[in-house]
């Protein structure tokens, strides 16, 4: 034994040193580089090949492999652990290909110590150095970077890598980007590839980039990794690995380069579907599998709704890698066309599409077969896409809505996105050309219950999208939503902005994107984004400022709440004020007077939330002791007390962002209780809280869509066959299906619809992001006050002018469900208001102060007050347009109830408008008369008069309603 291992030793040792490279002995302490030799030396003696793992404590493993390739990094790489930091790799592989020594750390490295002298010794080399060479680097600049490093990264980088770094560093910061940068090696065998990412993972870069690299079969030789912290933006990812390949070093101009870079420069943002389709698949590439994977989860939204199991994603992406060659034909049809340095003209397009179209018909397997037609077909619907900028954040679709057209998706909308990015798909679905609606991530925690979100995703921000047009009827603005589904793995703040900012791509007007954007489509498009289910405060800045960056037309207007120009919903509780409207105007028709009776209440959405907090303040504010709120559900448990559970409790809830599982128990009465999800019965009871409690309104303030659906509706009826509650008042988007409310609505439930219910929300926004378009945020500030103060009042009448037509016209028509009468009220309204901006030319010439006056009585007078006639030239005319015609139409329909309008034709119903408004016009000037007389009772007569039906004052055969 003793000889063997000798003999090892005399063999191995002299050739250990003669292969390694001198970067490994500058990097490796003594001790360590024994430890390496022996393992090397045992598995020799052994007669194995060195093939080891050897762990030093926790933080700390080194893997030694003989004959390194390409591709040996992405192997090791993959088998490190997923729970902590990597924060080191030093990756060195022998002169002759024979052995490869990888050695990782993990945890917190110390950052740069300003009393260390040998550290201090080090800045100072470097400020001096710069001085020096780099003169437009200032020593303040190398000082506050060298603190930004960490300890182990100033003593191994030399003056001249450091002063690169740092103009890298000046590139990325407080960016998401990406730097890709080539440099020679002066061994020229070698190339050095250096990747700068911002707020990436280390360990899964470093090991995305080695795949890449390893599949044009480039051998990483060495490789290193530093993290740069960049304060509140995050932190810098630094990546340099030494390469070669066996046809000779990378040239920055060669066309393999510019693949290569432009792959790396979007590896971050790339889901790993398409990276396995990429490396599966030889020859297909990056740009082709993002394609594919998209345009397949496209397709899965439009087949879902004929065979949910026959067409789904797993099978989807079979069929996909099984007929290749095909579908790669597919991705080339769209990148053919879209291709801004040479598109392909249409009649090219067109005899490429019919030998596609003959290929995809030869296709055996009939499933298969209808999969790859709908992937054809959503190519076919795109109008423009952001494939070919290489800075993109996701891949984006601005396709035509008729490709996802259904029968259970009835109207047609009139614009849809598609955005595909890592870890994330998402729709923003408007149904106007102006239309205002929230975004929303939809995190998932697992791999099942993100497959059944899948399934509904589209529908999703379709019906919220529809749900919004219906809500949007008093705005200037459509109904629009977004819905971006988020799978297990995702990074919440990644998602958030490869989605807004891959938007950003195809409707900015900045002339070096555009140059970039084929356009099919032929129009320009504004888009209006609001905060909805989890999006945060440091969303709404990243996107108000991204939206300056990108040079968007009226960037101030891409996303509302913001914190300074913006009204925060929950800070002002606006979506609640009008939830309580519609509460306090609907509990008459259920026998109770609001202003006198006491009643009781039940609830889902904590007190923690938005909507559900501040409706709690507002409750307790208008009826005082008069309301008790029995129970409430949240995402943290339930907590219910038949006593009423104690208001000023749920207000220091409310107060400090806590959920009801954190109620104080002594609160409760003897008959109470508050159940957490960790007790045994805590999921069971806080999912049927709102069936079992029995109170006189339910107000659904969160919840998932469809949680009150077909299958279940009837658990909300009592065993004794009643229902839980007479009156439901939907303050949370979709938490009742169509069918639920019908069902319910048959056994006597009255229910306000989300969109009248809880409608003041989208309402504020549109104001907030009116003001913005006219009122600098530095102008604004010090009027805040005053112009929430000013939209409050106008959000209450809003309300309850549309509470009062609701249950006027459900006495008049006893036999619709009050959330029928919703949709027809809105249906109506958007009929009208349409008709009337088609014609509003001829309206305006008619009536033009009284088509002004449309929009000095929406517009806030402190805005008037501040923008004066700049007001008219400052709004977009679409905007402005549809503000005049919006108001008008909901002017008309609130005032006349919807019997007066509906039966005219269309184009009557400009002529009508206008003699409304002479009617209407004169109506004011009789009703101010009688105010200003000394009539007994004048102000009751004035009141009256202004809110009576006009039509029979127009003559028109249309019996009023008043």
């Known amino acids: 034994l003793r000889e063997s291992l000798s003999n090892a030793a005399e063999e191995i040792g002299p050739r250990f040193l003669d292969i390694m490279p001198m970067s490994y002995f500058q990097d490796t302490p003594h001790e360590e580089r024994l430890t390496h030799l022996r393992a090397v030396l045992a598995a020799r003696a052994s007669g194995r090949l060195p093939s080891l793992d050897l762990r030093d404590g926790e933080n700390r493993i080194t893997f030694i492999r003989p004959n390194d390739h390409p591709g040996l990094l992405a192997e090791v790489v993959g088998q490190l652990p997923h729970d902590r930091p990597l924060i080191s790799a030093k990756i060195h592989s022998a002169t002759d290909a024979s052995l490869a020594i990888d050695t990782f750390e993990f945890g917190e490295k110390p950052r740069f110590d300003l009393s260390d002298p040998d550290q201090t010794a080090c800045m100072e080399r470097a400020v001096a150095f710069a001085a020096e060479n780099h003169p437009e680097i200032t020593e303040d600049e190398v000082r506050d970077f060298i603190q930004r490093c960490t300890g182990d990264y100033v003593f191994s980088v030399s003056p001249l890598r450091f002063c690169q770094h740092l103009k890298i560093y000046r590139e990325l910061s407080g960016t ?107 020859g297909l590439g990056q740009r082709h599998a993002e394609v594919l994977d998209a345009v397949i989860e496209l397709a899965h939204q439009k087949l879902v709704k004929v065979n949910r199991w026959a067409y789904s994603r797993v099978r989807l992406r079979r069929w996909t890698s099984e007929n290749i060659e095909l579908c790669q034909k597919i991705a080339d049809l769209l990148l053919a066309r879209f291709d801004p340095d040479n598109p392909l003209p249409d009649p090219d397009f067109t005899l490429r599409l019919a030998d596609v179209r003959e290929e995809v018909d030869r296709v055996d397997f009939q499933d298969s077969r209808v999969a790859i037609q709908a992937m054809l077909d959503a190519v076919l619907a795109v109008r423009r896409t952001n494939v070919f900028l290489d800075e993109r954040y996701g891949l984006a679709f601005r396709i035509d809505p008729g490709y996802l057209h259904h029968e259970d998706r009835p109207a047609l909308p009139f614009g849809v996105f598609f955005v595909r990015g890592r870890n994330f798909a998402g729709f923003h679905v408007r149904f106007r050309d102006i239309a205002r609606g929230g975004l929303r991530i939809i995190r998932t925690r697992t791999e099942e219950v993100h497959a059944r979100e899948c399934e509904r995703l589209y529908d999703e921000a379709f019906n919220l999208a529809f749900a919004q047009q219906l809500k949007n009827k008093d705005i200037p603005e459509g109904g629009a939503k977004a819905a971006v589904l988020a799978d297990p793995y995702a990074r919440h703040n990644r998602v958030v902005k490869a989605f807004a900012d891959s938007l950003l791509d195809l409707i900015t007007p900045e002339q070096k994107t555009k140059e970039r954007v084929i356009d099919h489509l032929g129009h320009d498009e504004l888009l209006y984004l609001g905060p909805d289910e989890n999006i945060l405060p440091e969303h709404i800045v990243w996107m108000a400022k991204r939206a300056v960056q990108r040079g968007y037309p009226l960037a101030s207007a891409f996303i509302s709440s913001k914190p300074g120009a913006g009204i925060n919903h929950k800070d002002y509780g606006v979506t609640s004020e009008g939830v309580n409207v519609f509460l306090h105007g609907s509990l008459p028709a259920i026998g109770i007077d609001p202003e006198k009776d006491s009643f009781t209440v039940k609830m889902t959405g904590g007190p923690d939330g938005d909507v559900g907090g501040n409706f709690i303040r507002i409750a307790k504010d208008t009826y005082g002791d008069r309301i008790k709120i029995i129970g409430i559900a949240d995402g943290s448990g339930c907590g219910e007390d038949p006593n009423g559970l104690d208001l000023e409790e749920l207000l220091r809830l409310f107060k400090a962002e806590l959920p009801i599982a954190d109620y104080n128990p002594s609160k409760l009465s003897s008959d109470g209780r ?86 003041c929300g989208v309402i504020t926004s549109s104001y907030e992001i009116c003001s913005n378009m006219l009122v600098s945020e530095e102008d604004f500030m010090p009027i805040k006050d005053r112009f929430v103060g000013e939209v409050i009042p106008r959000l209450h009448q809003f309300a309850r002018s549309e509470v009062q037509l609701l249950h006027r016209l459900h006495k008049h028509h006893p036999d619709w469900t009050l959330p029928d009468i919703s949709i027809h009220m809105s249906r109506v ?35 008037q007050e501040l923008t004066g006639e700049k007001l008219w030239d400052e ?37 009508f408008a206008v003699e409304f408004l002479a009617i209407d016009d004169e109506t004011r000037k009789l009703a101010q008369i009688i105010e200003d007389s000394d009539l007994p009772d004048r102000s009751r007569m004035a009141a009256l008069l202004r809110k009576a039906g006009l039509t029979s004052a127009m003559g028109a055969d249309q019996t009023p309603e008043t």
């Open 875 to 911: 709004l977009p005319p679409a905007y402005l347009r549809w503000l005049k015609a919006k108001s008008l139409a909901a002017r008309i329909v609130y005032r006349e109830g919807t019997d007066a309008v509906e039966s005219l034709p269309a184009d009557h119903l400009p002529a």
């Open 829 to 863: 309204m958007m009929r009208v208001a349409d008709a009337i901006e088609l014609g509003l030319d001829h309206i305006e010439k008619s009536a033009p102060e009284a088509v002004r006056r449309l929009v000095t009585d929406h517009i806030p007078e402190v805005i």
């Open 176 to 282: 998401e980007g990406t730097i890709v940068r080539l440099e020679q090696e002066k061994d020229e065998r070698y190339s050095r590839i250096v990747v700068a990412v911002m707020n990436a993972s280390t360990r899964r870069m470093l090991e995305r980039v080695a795949e890449r690299l390893a599949m044009d079969g480039i051998d990483i030789f060495r490789a290193y990794l530093d993290n740069i912290d960049d304060g509140q933006n995050g932190q810098i990812t630094l990546l340099g690995f030494v390469v070669q390949r066996e046809q000779g070093a990378l040239v920055e101009d060669s066309a393999l380069w510019r693949i290569i870079r432009r792959d790396l420069q979007r590896n971050k943002w790339v889901d790993t579907a398409a990276l396995k389709m990429s490396y599966t698949h030889a």
């Open 674 to 759: 508050v159940v957490t999800l960790d007790d045994p019965d805590g999921p069971v009871l806080r999912n049927t809280l709102h069936n079992r409690l029995v109170a006189d309104a339910f107000v659904p303030c969160g919840g998932r869509p469809a949680a009150m659906n077909d299958a279940n509706w009837d658990d909300f009826l009592t065993p004794g066959g009643a229902p839980s509650s007479r009156l439901i008042v939907e303050g949370a988007n979709l938490f009742l299906t169509p069918e639920a409310r019908e069902n319910l609505s048959k056994k006597g439930v009255l229910i306000l619809k989300d969109s009248s219910a809880n409608k």
